[in-house]
Structure formats: structure tokens, C-alpha cells
């Protein structure tokens, strides 16, 4: 007897002494659903974690560096070059480019984080440009969070209330931030005041980093305004006092030229060098001493000291006010430290649920399992007054992506029924096809969790691995239909025993079915190590052996159990 035939009949008479002992039967069923309960508690108990799409190498990331509103240039620089000294130790780093009070040129992640918001002297943005991804050891998003607590300790202390970012390109969709709170009420300044609740929640929630209150915080400034009777008897004018104003701080148009090239005329400015111009710290005592230094000659060709005709006025700053849809609103945005974004989120909103409930608002929870399923609703018990807490950013993105592929995956489930149920005239049989189709899901989850124990960074189930494993329905479906098929058309056209037909159709299908898994893991072998794809390569080969498990021994069980064969 040749070999292949010896080992087909070993495996016919394993299967058919399973289907003739009822305690066999009775434990393949048990381990079967023990592992698929075993599986799916893996994600609860965070053993599988899930995400959107894991982190991304990339050769350069962004530093965002943002002082207190009303801070002076010089102390932005002042943490900036901080930062760069930092970076600068790192063997990796090429070069750094610097961008004071405004935004780099967009980027990709410019694009979507608003770089191009940034316009002020509080702002900063640093460029870091790395050698290339396949030449060192170090992904980008290793460094990013091994440096972040580095740089935050060292540079964010040096001017109080800074907030430095680490901004790594996305490698998903364009959102925001990882987490974004949109907080929504009625009065700009109550909002930020909820807003910043929140965002002290948000510090304190573990894995989150990068926390930023998107609003201004009102701060003092000073206004210099012309003592117009003092400006008259002083024998000045008060175009004098505006002209050396603008001189000292800013500069002036003086003279035009004509160009021929151009055919117009370019204005001529004059302005004090950057050193004079500029104050060292924006104190009340630096401007009184610049207004010291400054005179002015009068009709008489008298000097007269600046500080004689104008008076320094402190005025409170007023802070922009955002909208969406109609309604006045501040973002509250954080970032993941290589974490999903979904886990975070549970457990800042426990915390939020709790400290609002404490702090004198009536907390209630968005009804429904809708879009907004995690929103809350605050409401003042002493004004009444509401506030709306939406979240959004890539957190909200991963849950309707896995939502929406859910969704996918049922839907393809009833379809596939509905279809066997019209081929072959009987639930139970569609029933066991289906059965085959979803419990594929054990082999993909089983599968990331030893990918992640093999490998160095957290392997993500992603919404790739949900795409791989829908696609493994098709295949799973196929090995049980060829079974069901089979051993019917022995069981009708040859007269065979049940339970020898199904075991002869499982022997005889064995080895089609292992080559065509054999050709599906050597071909997905090439995406398992994509940083992207990986999760779509894990489930494919995953979810194949397991696919291939559960056709040829707990699908048999199934047909014996069912009359309808």
C-alpha cells in the first residue's frame, strides 16, 4: 500500500472512531468552545490589544512647542533650543530645523494637526530628520517614547504651563490627535474651565502623553496710549508719540523706491536692530525701562523722555472663541504612547464620569450604541446650564472602523446562510457551514497573541486583521462545503454508512484542503512583517490552521450530530 494511502486510512479511522465514541464527540466539542471563549477573553483582558493600525517607522518626526499664552519669544527659543541641545545627543538625528513663532511647512502631519495654525511668539515647531529606516536598529516611534519623557523633564520646566509634543508621521487615518475631546457649552469661558477638567483627567490617565487644552489662556497685557493733553503741552504730536511707538517695537515705512523692474514702488523701513526692539521678558518693569530709553524732540528742540507722554494701561487679554456646528467648543487633544487609543478612553471616561459627578454636575451617558455611544452630558446643579463631552480623533475612528467591519463580518455571515440555506434546502447543514466560517476567529486572535509574545513591540489587532479574517470565511466556508458534499454523494451514490462517509470525505479532503493552506501561510508570510499589513498576514496564517483544524475534525462532529445529512 503505497504511503499516502496508509496515512489516509490512519486519518479515516481517527475520525471515525471520534464519530463512534460519544465521550470523543463530547470533548472535541467542549475544546472547541473552550477555546473560542478562551479567544475572544483575550481581548477584555487586554492579553490582544486592538487598534486602528500600529505605529510606523518613518525618517523624521516633528516637535511642537507651545509656551503660555503671553510669552515672549525669547522664552519660547529658550525651550526650543533646550529641545535641540536634547536631540542633538542622539546618533540617529541628522538634523534639526527650527521654526520660531510659526508653523514648518506642511507635512503630512502638519496637514492634519493644524502646523498651520501656529502663528505667534508662544509657538515653536522643530523638524527632526533621522537616517534612514532600514539602516538603523531604533524605529522612530521607539524613539519618540524614549525621548518624550527626556525632553519634557528637561526643556517644559523652564517656562512654566509649556506643552512640547512629539508629533510622529500618522500611519492611519488623518485625525486630530490619538484622543480629541470636543467639549461643547453655551459661554466660551465655562467651557474652557470644563475643558481643562478634562484635560487634568487626561494627565492622569495612564499611556496618555502630549496633553493640550486647545484655547488661550487669558492673560495680562500692557496697552500704551498717548496722554493727549500731556502731548500738547510737551509741545509734541501724537503722530510723533505713534511714529516712535512703532519704531521701537515693531518699524515703519519711511520712504518709498521707484523700481523699474517691478514698475511700482518698494517702501523703505526703518526699524531698531532685533536686540533693541525685542524685551527679554514681557514684564510690566522691561517695557517701563524700553519707555525710559526713548525721547523725543519737540518744537523747542527740547528732549523729552517718552515715559512723560504715554501711559501704560493693563488690560486682559481676550482669548479666541471656537465654533462648530453653531456651538461654542474647545478641543481637548492627547496622543497614545504606544497604546491603543480604545483603552485609554474607557478608563479617562470612568475617571471623567466620577470627578464631574463629585465637582457638582449631573453626569448622564449618550443613550444608544450609536456614533456618539461614549459621549457625556454635564449639567451644572447650581446654574443648569449643559455641557457636551464628544470624543473623536483616531480613537473614534478605530471604533467605527471595527464597528463598521463588524458590521461587514455579520452581514457576510447572514448572506452566506441565506445562500447555503437555498442551495441545500436545510438550516442545519448551513448552520454547521457557518459554524465553520466564524470559528476561524480562534486561529486569528490565538495568533497575535503569539505574534506579540515573538516580537519586541506590541503586536496590534488591527483593522487588517479584520479584513484577513472576513476573507477567511470564504475559504473556511469551501472546506466544509467539499466534506458535506462529499460525503453525501458516498452516503447516496455508493450506499456508505454516515459515519464511514464522513470519515472517508474528511481523509480523502484532507489533502486538498492542506495544500490550499500550505499556498495561503506561504503567501501571507510576506505581509506578516509589514508594519502595516502584519495584522492582515497573522490572520491569514492564523486563522488558516485553525480553519483547517475545525474542518477536519469538529465539522465532522457537527454532520454526524445532524439528521439533515
Request: hydrophobic share 45%; glycine share 6%.
Amino acid at each position: 500500500m503505497p504511503h499516502h494511502k496508509h496515512q489516509g486510512k490512519r486519518f479515516e479511522n481517527f475520525v471515525y472512531n471520534i464519530l463512534n465514541s460519544p465521550s470523543k464527540k463530547l470533548f472535541v466539542i467542549v475544546a472547541i468552545l473552550v477555546a473560542l471563549a478562551g479567544s475572544i477573553m483575550m481581548l477584555p483582558t487586554k492579553l490582544v490589544l486592538a487598534r486602528m493600525l500600529p505605529g510606523k517607522s518613518a525618517n523624521t518626526f516633528n516637535v511642537y512647542v507651545t509656551t503660555p499664552a503671553g510669552s515672549s519669544i525669547q522664552q519660547t527659543k529658550m525651550v526650543s533650543e533646550c529641545v535641540v541641545h536634547t536631540l542633538q545627543q542622539e546618533e540617529a538625528v541628522t538634523d534639526i530645523e527650527t521654526f520660531l513663532g510659526q508653523g514648518s511647512p506642511l507635512n503630512y502631519a502638519g496637514l492634519v494637526k493644524g502646523s498651520a495654525l501656529k502663528q505667534g511668539e508662544r509657538f515653536a515647531e522643530l523638524v527632526v530628520n533621522l537616517t534612514d529606516k532600514h539602516e538603523r536598529d531604533e524605529k522612530s516611534f521607539t524613539m519618540v517614547h524614549r525621548l518624550r519623557p527626556v525632553i519634557n523633564e528637561k526643556c517644559a520646566s523652564l517656562v512654566e504651563g509649556t506643552n512640547i509634543a512629539m508629533i510622529e508621521m500618522p500611519s492611519g487615518p488623518p485625525t486630530l490627535a490619538s484622543i480629541a475631546v470636543e467639549v461643547y457649552g453655551l459661554y466660551n469661558n465655562e467651557v474652557i474651565k470644563v475643558a481643562q477638567d478634562v484635560a487634568k483627567i487626561l494627565k492622569q490617565t495612564p499611556k496618555l502623553v502630549d496633553v493640550d487644552v486647545m484655547s488661550e489662556t487669558p492673560y495680562k497685557r500692557y496697552q500704551l496710549v498717548p496722554i493727549t493733553d500731556k502731548v500738547a503741552k510737551s509741545g509734541l504730536s501724537v503722530e510723533q508719540v505713534n511714529n516712535i511707538l512703532y519704531l521701537a517695537f515693531k518699524g515703519m515705512q519711511v520712504a518709498v523706491k521707484n523700481t523699474i523692474e517691478l514698475n511700482d514702488q518698494v517702501g523703505i523701513y526703518v526699524a531698531l536692530s532685533k536686540d533693541s526692539k525685542s524685551l527679554e521678558h514681557n514684564t510690566l518693569q522691561d517695557l517701563q525701562t524700553k519707555l525710559s530709553s526713548l525721547y523725543l524732540m519737540n518744537q523747542k528742540g527740547m528732549m523729552v523722555p517718552l515715559t512723560e507722554v504715554v501711559q501704560i494701561k493693563a488690560i486682559e487679554s481676550t482669548p479666541s472663541i471656537y465654533h462648530k456646528d453653531l456651538r461654542t467648543m474647545v478641543n481637548v487633544t492627547a496622543e497614545t504612547d504606544m497604546e491603543s487609543q480604545v483603552y485609554p478612553l474607557l478608563e479617562a471616561r470612568d475617571m471623567m464620569i466620577e470627578y464631574f459627578s463629585q465637582h457638582g454636575y449631573e453626569v448622564s451617558k449618550v443613550p444608544g450604541i450609536t456614533t456618539y455611544m461614549f459621549d457625556l452630558t454635564l449639567k451644572d446643579k447650581k446654574t443648569g446650564r449643559e455641557f457636551l463631552l464628544r470624543w473623536d480623533g483616531e480613537m473614534k475612528v478605530t471604533l467605527d472602523t471595527f464597528r463598521d467591519l463588524g458590521a461587514a463580518f455579520i452581514a457576510a455571515l447572514i448572506l452566506i446562510y441565506l445562500l447555503l440555506v437555498i442551495y441545500y434546502k436545510s438550516f442545519a447543514i448551513s448552520g454547521i457551514v457557518l459554524a465553520g466560517s466564524f470559528l476561524s476567529i480562534i486561529g486569528v486572535i490565538i495568533g497575535h497573541w503569539v505574534a506579540d509574545l515573538v516580537t519586541t513591540d506590541v503586536f496590534f489587532l488591527t483593522a487588517t486583521s479584520l479584513i484577513g479574517f472576513i476573507a477567511l470565511m470564504g475559504i473556511s466556508s469551501r472546506n466544509s462545503l467539499l466534506l458535506i458534499d462529499f460525503a453525501k454523494s458516498l452516503m447516496e451514490e455508493k450506499g456508505i454508512e454516515k459515519r464511514r462517509a464522513i470519515a472517508i470525505a474528511s481523509a480523502t479532503r484532507a489533502k486538498p484542503i492542506m495544500l490550499t493552506a500550505i499556498a495561503i501561510i506561504l503567501g501571507s508570510a510576506l505581509l506578516a512583517s509589514d508594519p502595516i499589513f502584519g495584522g492582515l498576514g497573522v490572520a491569514l496564517i492564523s486563522g488558516t490552521v485553525a480553519a483547517v483544524i475545525v474542518s477536519l475534525i469538529f465539522i465532522p462532529v457537527l454532520m454526524d450530530n445532524t439528521k439533515a445529512i
